[in-house]
């Protein structure tokens, strides 16, 4: 039997996630507020939903026949309910439906707002709890792991930033408004969104139950670092830089951090397609070509 996917909250990295799932032949029902920009999903046989995540007694229905398969969460806190609420409901409506896995995709930027540049971070890293607009999605993780849905298989996803096709360092440079932190001295991670698709699937697969994972690529660099071999391969600039903190502007947030991604590999048995940047903006400038 073909596994049904339902992506709550389709967006950059779910949209990437429902393609490679229509072309594996599965069935694929994605929702966001936006349904105009899903519309090409709808072309490839995907059933396009409208989600206002601020009325939860919309998800039911949307999670409808997903029996034995797969919810994705994508939804940014919502900030009109009290904090887990759309989490809640979403674990209510994905039991409900008979779903066998429900991935929820949180962030990576959960270790403090302050550039740590020495320190590697995995999943037993203690979070930051004193980071405000990092509560919310602190408390879904917390509703998902006190989540008495025992026959549903819930997996948390703590997503590095995702670079790929239109979104990216890549894209920023192309635009101009791209500008490094601190001369660009400070540590990043990322994750391509085909790998991330990768890890999905395989975490549907493998992944236990209340399973938490950091997802990034194998080589943490610096953001300078990234930004001159991209420049290079662009033929622009390097670009500007700015300090965290200036007189009159707000403080910037520095939350990326060195993330060892063993776990994925060891559990999941994830091999990375683009284990460093350079890989991945290769195959970027590829696809970019063929379009």
Sequence with gaps: MTRP????????????????ALAAGRPVKVAARSTGRLAPLQELGATVKYLDAGIV????????????????????????????QVMRAALQAAYGAGADCFIYFSSSGMYGADPDDDVWIDEDTPLALDDAPMKDIATNEETIVQ??????????????????????VRSRLTKGDYKLLDDGRHAISRIHVDD????????????????????????????????????????KAVPPSRSQFEPGKARVAHRNRKIRNSRIKEQLGVTLRYPTFREGEAAIEAELAEA
């Design 5 to 20: 996917l339902t992506i709550l909250g389709c967006g950059y990295v779910g949209t990437r996630l429902a393609k490679a």
């Design 196 to 235: 991330v698709v990768n890890i999905v699937f395989a975490a549907e697969a493998k992944a236990d139950t209340r399973s938490t994972f950091l997802v990034a690529d194998d080589e943490p660099t610096t953001q300078l670092d990234y930004a001159t071999w991209l420049c290079e391969r662009m033929g």
């Design 147 to 168: 989540s008495t849905f025992d026959r549903l298989r819930t997996v948390t996803l703590r997503l590095a930033p995702v670079y790929g096709p239109g979104r990216g």
């Design 57 to 84: 007694k919309q998800l039911p229905p949307i999670c409808s026949g997903t029996s034995g398969g797969t919810v994705v969460f994508s939804i940014p806190p919502v900030t009109m309910l009290p904090p887990g």
